[in-house]
């Protein structure tokens, strides 16, 4: 166990060492702000304050953590080493930066809270971000800046036990579109052919046809394969659903569907479902207490996992609807454009609301790419892709981090534009 003193126990405080070391580190932490209680301490133990107490380990605190609600801050990035890093602590510190406050500051996504310019569709852009604009957004920096951290401590306690966590992977899909031309209702197919023959998209039309006569298997049924592969190399899986109603933004097969409801529930028998709530409902509670109850009626158990269509995430509004209809778990923590850790991180961390300044129940897990991402906002051909794909896996694998993955479920079906990507999925997951 490792102690801490501090002038004073914060929620901020708490959250964030118990993320950096009980989550990352797995070294138990625990407060204090008696000094003789520190005094008399024989484990591992750090001062966290504005100066030392003697000569223990100490780190310089930034303000942050001792702060309340949300105002500008002065941020400055230069390397530790040869990682980037903010807050400095000055020469008394153990470590130069306040990386408790650096990592606060990421993580809690303070910067989302402060004005800023949103996309066309109304979400946090990654050019907007500190990690974008400085160059560190493919590094899990808070992770990064823990393993040094332990490199220290380790150095300065050396007879502590201390126990390494496992690298973890997990695939995950979205389901935006089950089909690419079956179960779609009359008006919508007849609507595709004609389109097809307008465009003079003639293989396109022949395509269809045949799948439509159940003489070729539709391109977007990958399910087997995914969850052979899932299988095949024990990869965590986890598929999110579109049930929402047909819109300009959410095309999905209709819930209503029989075909597509055995779809759903069959992939609920071997591995997690979560829902992907649709576009419109970033800010409508309302309707995504709809479509959360639609998707349990189908696989008849509650929905505890979910990501926003789109990426669509308001924070803290999204997140607070989340949690009070019982979602346990948000996929959502990435960006469309780039690919990259959004909150500086690779660890699963609880979402720590800056406007109630609490630590909620909501477990988020961070993604480190999208196949989108990579393909049409970064314009990667396929060697380029799988390059940046293993970079960041690697990236993560060096601090024992959980890689997280989001693919579509047409990202396998080997046909334009993914041709290919089936063996960047399999070079990825292996």
């Known amino acids: 166990m490792l102690l801490v ?18 989550s990352i580190l797995r070294i138990p932490v625990t407060f204090t702000t008696e000094v003789s209680v520190f005094v008399a301490h024989n484990g591992p133990k750090m001062t966290y304050a504005r100066a030392p107490l ?35 602590a000055g020469e008394q510190s153990s470590i130069p930066f306040d990386v408790f406050a650096a990592s606060f500051y990421l ?11 949103k996309d066309t569709h109304g ?33 300065k306690f050396p007879d ?53 006569l159940n003489m070729k298997q539709d391109p977007f049924d990958t399910y087997a394969y995914i969850l052979k592969q899932a299988q095949k190399h024990r990869i965590d899986t986890l598929f999110f659903v579109l049930v929402a109603d047909y819109t300009t933004f959410d095309k999905n097969i209709s819930s209503a569907n029989s075909r597509f409801r055995s779809l759903i529930k069959s992939l609920a028998d071997y591995v997690k479902v979560g829902l992907h709530p649709s576009y419109f409902t ?11 109850g639609r998707l349990e009626q189908i696989i ?28 346990e778990e948000d996929h959502s923590m990435g960006y469309v454009d780039r690919v990259g850790f959004r909150a500086g991180t690779c660890t699963p961390f609880h979402f720590y609301n800056l406007d109630y300044e609490i630590q909620t129940p909501l477990k988020v897990y961070p993604f480190a790419l999208m196949d989108v991402s990579l393909k049409h906002f970064m314009a990667l051909n396929n060697q380029q ?46």
């Open 54 to 88: 003697g000569t223990e380990f100490f780190i310089r605190s930034h303000e942050l953590l001792f702060s309340q609600g949300v105002n500008d801050v002065d941020i400055s990035i230069t390397p530790w080493e040869e990682v980037p890093c903010f807050f400095p």
């Open 282 to 292: 970033m800010k409508n509670e309302e309707l995504l207490k709809k479509e959360k």
């Open 300 to 327: 008849n158990t509650p929905v505890l996992s979910s990501r926003q269509h789109f990426l669509r995430l308001a924070i803290p509004e999204t997140y607070q609807y989340l949690l009070e209809l019982g979602i």
């Open 385 to 430: 892709a799988l390059k940046k794909i293993l970079a960041l896996k690697a990236a993560v694998k060096a601090v024992n981090g959980t890689f997280i993955s989001l693919f579509h479920n047409e990202t396998l079906s080997e046909t334009a534009p993914w041709i290919g990507w089936r063996k960047i999925y399999q070079k990825m997951i292996a």
């Open 160 to 212: 502590y036990p201390y126990e390494q966590r496992s690298f973890r992977m997990i695939a995950t899909f979205d389901i935006d579109q089950a089909y690419a031309y079956k179960y779609k209702g009359v008006v919508r197919t007849i609507g595709g052919f004609i389109s097809d023959l307008f465009r003079l998209q003639l293989l396109n039309f022949w395509h269809r046809l045949r799948t439509l």
């Open 123 to 155: 979400r946090f852009p990654a050019q907007e971000s500190l990690a974008y604009k400085h160059d560190f957004l493919e590094l899990p920096v808070i992770d990064l800046w823990a393993y040094k951290f332990l490199d220290l401590l380790r150095k």
């Open 5 to 22: 003193y501090t002038s004073q126990i914060t929620p901020r405080v708490k959250y964030i060492f118990k993320h950096f070391f009980d």
């Open 107 to 117: 993580i809690s996504r303070y910067e989302e809270y402060l004005p800023h310019v």
